[in-house]
């Protein structure tokens, strides 16, 4: 698994050489990660690159890199990215054309008594908490795509108030979120972070950026909060 934020950064390596950093990531609303936007100004000045995400062969935190299975020059005749990253739906389709598509999904499942947090018992009252989007939206046949960059900072509900604040995603490695953290201490002084299954979504204002989990703040009060992303990490891999 991978924290978000520890992808930010990274260097892109092409078959043939390096060409550039991971800027964002791009995720659908069925929590799955789709395109990495790379800033390519070192070697393409003036350029972005759009790569789907199936793309990458290896994700190396250790030396710094996430290697791609293209080389240079295809990437440096993609489509260029859009300068203000707005992702319109003819734009996907130009990139998956040009690259090729592949499909993933994956459902797993944690369950522990530090975490994530799962107190939710349907009987509270909505008190202080913004009404949820309407749902009934029409079916459209692209995906709606996502920043992270931007889904960071967004504000977390549970039915009866607020929890806290988006602080970062855990992805597996095939680019599912799977996990959310979030940080209910909004002093920025001392961390109080929960985990939570992308499962426990029930709706996300991308407008309003507010999100909504199918639980409680009680529930807060009935696990210990992670100090730091090291103990989330702790946590999940020794569960």
Known sequence: MFLGSTLTNLNIHATDGEIGKLKDLYFNDNWELQFIIVDTRKWLPGKKA?????????????????????????????????????????????????????????????????????????????????????????????????SMEEFMSFKVHAKDGKIGIVDNIILTEDGKIQYLVVNSNESYVENSLYLYRTEQVTSVDWFEEDLYLDDSVQGLEQVTPFKNNDEVFHHLNHS
């Open 50 to 146: 759009l790569l789907p995400f199936y793309v990458q062969e290896e994700i190396n935190l250790e030396e710094e890199y996430i290697k791609v299975d293209r080389d240079k020059e295809t990437i440096r005749q993609s489509p260029k990215a859009p300068e203000d990253n707005e992702l319109i739906s003819s734009y996907q389709g130009a990139v998956l054309d040009y690259f090729g598509w592949n499909s993933y999904k994956e459902n797993a499942v944690l369950d522990s008594d530090h975490g994530p947090v799962t107190t939710g018992d349907g009987k509270l009252q909505n008190t202080n908490v913004p009404p949820e989007p309407d749902l009934a939206a029409p079916d459209i046949s692209t995906d709606n795509l996502r």
